[in-house]
């Protein structure tokens, strides 16, 4: 287990699925930028496998270093770990509803109650309250030394999810979270704040902009040519037929 090199710059350092960087199976993709001198986290994880996670960041670079995380949305595979970022003095990053969300462990808004009475995650699991640190929102620049990532509002999967478009050693890299995949997937699950309308509109968006690289927090990443796929994404709502679910395969 440890750190894995995606792309130039991009590390996977925590993974419920990939077996080289597997911190909880509960986990959503975590990744790390570190452009040598700074970087920045994406995403945290359910907080069960944070230990290996932050011992993962570790062997890249100081987390110390580091200009904080920033999680994508309040889902707990992908928030659960912020408490452990912020306890090891990393500013945690999101936007005002994850923040609000995640000040008070919030089970309802975040579906976390409805998760794990579907058998999603442990019977025991909670949400581990923590202050974000910055609140982003749209068209907003998160500057890391050098990097300069950009936050884009990307509501559909969820309210105040969002997603990071970045430009690492020449490479124009979509950070996903949860709102697109492989295939030119979506995200749909039957929860209160699964909006397709939102989710239409936002993958609309993200077709216009130029990626490269889509580093989803599920599954395989798209190592070239990843706009092809959001563009399929995009045509498929435009016709207002939501695009394949990658939550049934
Ligand atoms: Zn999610």
């Known amino acids: 287990m440890g750190a894995v090199e995606i792309v130039d710059s991009v590390w996977l350092v925590g993974s419920g699925t990939q077996p080289d960087a597997l911190t909880d199976p509960h986990d959503c993709h975590c ?5 040598g001198a700074d970087g920045l986290l994406v995403d945290t ?10 011992a993962n960041v570790a062997e890249v670079c100081d987390p110390g270093a580091l200009a904080g995380a920033v999680v994508t949305h309040y889902h707990a595979d992908h928030a659960g770990g912020a408490a452990a970022a912020g306890a090891v003095g990393l500013p945690v990053i999101a936007s005002a509803e994850t923040g609000a969300a ?5 089970e309802s808004r975040t579906s976390l109650a409805a998760a794990r009475a579907a058998g999603i995650y442990p019977p025991g699991y909670r949400l581990s309250p923590v202050t974000v ?10 500057h890391a030394g050098r990097l300069a990532v950009e936050i884009v509002a990307a509501p559909g999967h969820c309210d105040g999810h969002l997603v990071v478009l970045a ?10 979270g949860d709102c697109l995949f492989a295939g030119g997937r979506v995200s749909m699950q039957a929860i209160h704040d699964c909006r397709l309308d939102r989710y239409a509109e936002t993958v609309v968006a993200l077709a216009g902009r130029d990626v490269d690289v889509l580093l989803p927090g599920h599954g395989e990443p798209v190592l ?14 435009r016709r207002l037929v939501p695009p394949p679910n990658v939550l049934t395969g």
């Open 31 to 35: 990744y790390l930028i570190w452009d």
């Open 45 to 54: 994880g359910t907080g069960l496998g944070a230990q290996t996670w932050l």
């Open 102 to 106: 995640l000040s008070s462990g919030d």
């Open 133 to 142: 640190d910055r609140v982003v929102g749209d068209g907003d620049t998160v």
């Open 167 to 176: 430009r690492v050693a020449g490479r124009d890299i979509l950070f996903g």
């Open 224 to 237: 070239r040519d990843a706009g092809t796929e959001i563009r399929e994404a995009a045509d498929s709502f």
